[in-house]
């Protein structure tokens, strides 16, 4: 079992940053794969971004390519989102969730645990 907490979401105006971030507790960190996904009202969750146990490899949506970038600190239990230059369709809760899989997942149920989320609202 793990359990994830996010925080770091807030109103910002478009072009603006936020940092997310995910803190885990329970069974060892660094034994899970973590991405981050989202939803907006509405709308279905969908994948953001995601990386491995080690942090060596990423995998990003493409509308957040280049403007976002997932991390991990293993030894804080804690994995990141930093969203540059954000967009008012980037609107939505975020949430983080863990895996153990072989591969990193970047569907909502590929995905083992889940966080309660963090809404992040971007204004033009």
């Known amino acids: 079992q793990v359990q994830l907490v996010e925080s770091g979401g807030g109103l910002v105006q478009a072009g603006g940053s936020l940092r997310l971030s995910c803190a885990a507790s329970g069974r060892t960190f660094s034994t899970y794969n973590m991405g981050w996904f989202r939803q907006a009202p509405g709308k279905e969750r969908e994948f953001v971004a995601a990386i491995s146990r080690g942090g060596g490899s990423t995998s990003y949506a493409d509308s957040v390519k280049g403007r976002f970038t997932i991390s991990r600190d293993n030894a804080k239990n804690t994995v990141y989102l930093q969203m540059n230059t954000l967009k008012p369709e980037d609107t939505a809760v975020y949430y983080c969730?863990?895996?153990?899989?072989?591969?990193?997942?970047?569907?909502?149920?590929?995905?083992?645990?889940w966080g309660q989320g963090t809404q992040v609202t971007v204004s033009s």
């Open positions: 969730a863990a895996d153990y899989s072989l591969v990193v997942p970047v569907i909502p149920s590929g995905y083992d645990y």
